[in-house]
């Protein structure tokens, strides 16, 4: 009756240590594929407490939009003009000649607009009568004026005095013939009756 118990405590004995075994073998292969498939040792559930010194992480700096057009290689748009034909460039030389003519004719035709004038000399000059007639005015006191424009001359005269401009003070003379006053500058007569303003001067011949 003994040995009976004996053994039926020796096969419970061996039986619970082959089970345990077993189980210690599957918790083994259980455990080494969760460790490889981790690819690292299985770290605690409790993480140690952080030290004082721990680095406080910053937080990252906005970033600024991208610009769309860096890195790209900007082109300029050419636009093509339209050539001009002869015939086209012919018409504006001859509408700017013809604009030329008039600005021409409106200098002429109206006074003089001198700028920074000055008097250049003075001088009396005696009236000659050139047929044999008596001058009221006996003498003219003649002052020569700078003049702005190029080739241009003309006079201003209130009663006795003449201004000058565009001709030499020394080569003037003035002459009284049938009742009128002329300036006799290189064979040349200019009327010069009294006005209010410069006015051109025009070579005439002599009635």
């Known amino acids: 009756m003994e040995n009976g118990e004996k053994r039926h405590g020796k096969s419970r004995f061996w039986l619970g240590f082959s089970i345990g075994l ?8 259980v455990f080494y594929f969760v460790d490889k498939s981790l690819n690292g040792p299985i770290q605690l559930l409790v993480s140690p407490p952080a030290s004082e010194s721990a680095v406080i992480e910053e ?3 906005e970033e600024e939009p991208a610009n769309p057009y860096v890195g790209k ?3 300029a748009k050419t636009v093509a003009s339209p050539v001009p034909s002869a015939d086209t460039l012919d018409n504006l030389v001859e509408d700017s000649i013809l604009m030329d003519d008039e600005f021409s004719l409106d200098q002429a035709d109206g006074p003089e607009l001198v700028y920074h004038e000055k008097c250049l000399a003075q001088r009396t000059i005696t009236v000659k009568s050139n047929d044999g007639s008596s001058a009221p005015i006996t003498a ?3 002052e020569e004026w700078s003049e702005s ?3 241009k001359i003309s006079y201003y005269r209130k009663n006795n005095v003449l201004k000058i401009k565009g001709l030499k003070i020394q080569n003037i003379k003035i002459i009284f013939h049938q009742n009128q006053y002329y300036i006799e500058y290189n064979g040349r007569y200019y009327p010069i ?6 006015h051109r001067l025009a070579p005439v011949a002599l009635p």
């Open 193 to 198: 009756p009294e006005n209010e303003d410069f």
């Open 22 to 29: 077993m189980a210690g073998l599957v918790f083994a292969v």
């Open 149 to 151: 424009t190029v080739n």
């Open 140 to 142: 003219f006191e003649v």
């Open 59 to 61: 937080a990252p700096a």
């Open 73 to 75: 290689k900007l082109t």
